[in-house]
């Protein structure tokens, strides 16, 4: 799914500032009367308008284990791009994207924030993969913790998710702009490959001594949040000289 967000690896050398996409995430509400039923058109037609205008990925998610967070609507429609990219994609929608847009104003009630996205693993199996699983825990730093430090504990995380063939993609969301109402501080985002990669990963965790890890990451760099669970189907991939 996000091979292209490879941007920050932790590969090369370590002085190097790490890039960061710009992740927008609307999070949806159905409307009154409206079932998802009623979402598979607009979809399907944000799907094509953004083959023919979006270079970057466009995904809907949603939610497969939650409980709580219905703050976040019962799905997020979310696109990763350079910021270099986002002045000629608002052009393209306030030019011909108001017919979806009104479609999903039908539909849909939606509020919108753009987030700093740094991804640091990938596995290849992620690499064009249309339907994987999203999750993301949302992490208070610890007092005195630097985002140097986060960055170092990122890379290490990573590192070891490759060293394990772990079946995963990861990264670092931090907040951009339209996110006074997020919870604070900033998203450790972790996209499963498929259902055997996450019950891999889970029983990990619950068996093999995974949570140890948790214990160590909250005494050390910040407190973070369980994770709610998003299923994500992919509308775009990523054009191929993104």
């Known amino acids: 799914m996000f091979s292209a967000l490879a941007l920050g690896d932790g590969h090369g050398d ?32 944000l799907a094509s308008w953004a083959e023919q205008n979006n270079p970057g990925l466009v995904a809907v998610l949603t939610p497969f284990y939650r409980t709580g967070g ?11 791009n350079s910021y270099e990219q986002l002045p000629a994609l608002q052009a393209s929608w306030e030019n011909s994207g108001q017919k979806i ?30 339907d994987s699983f999203y999750g993301v825990a949302m992490c208070v730093p610890n007092e005195g913790t630097t985002p140097e430090k986060i960055g170092m504990a990122q890379a290490q995380r990573s ?43 889970g029983n990990w965790w619950a068996n093999e001594g995974g949570w140890k890890t948790g214990q160590t990451y909250s005494k050390n760099v910040a407190e973070c949040s369980d994770m709610n669970l998003y299923r994500v189907n992919v ?8």
């Not at 079946?167 to 499963?192: C, D, K, N, Q, S």
């Open 235 to 242: 509308l775009k991939q990523f054009s191929s000289d993104t």
């Open 159 to 201: 590192k070891a998710a490759e060293e394990a063939n772990v079946r995963i993609h990861m990264a670092l969301m931090f907040p951009g702009m339209g996110t006074r109402a997020l919870p604070e501080g900033y998203g450790r985002v972790t996209t499963w490959a498929d259902m055997e990669a996450l019950a891999t990963s």
């Open 70 to 80: 219905r703050e976040y609507g019962d799905l997020m429609i979310q696109s990763f």
């Open 14 to 45: 370590d002085s190097e500032t790490p890039t960061a996409v710009a992740n927008t995430i609307n999070f949806c509400s159905l409307k009154d009367g409206k079932t998802m039923a009623d979402t598979e058109k607009v979809m399907s037609m």
């Open 101 to 130: 847009q009104a479609a999903m104003d039908k539909v849909l009630d939606c509020e919108v924030a753009l987030m700093n996205y740094y991804s640091s693993y990938t596995h290849p199996d992620l690499q064009g993969s249309k």
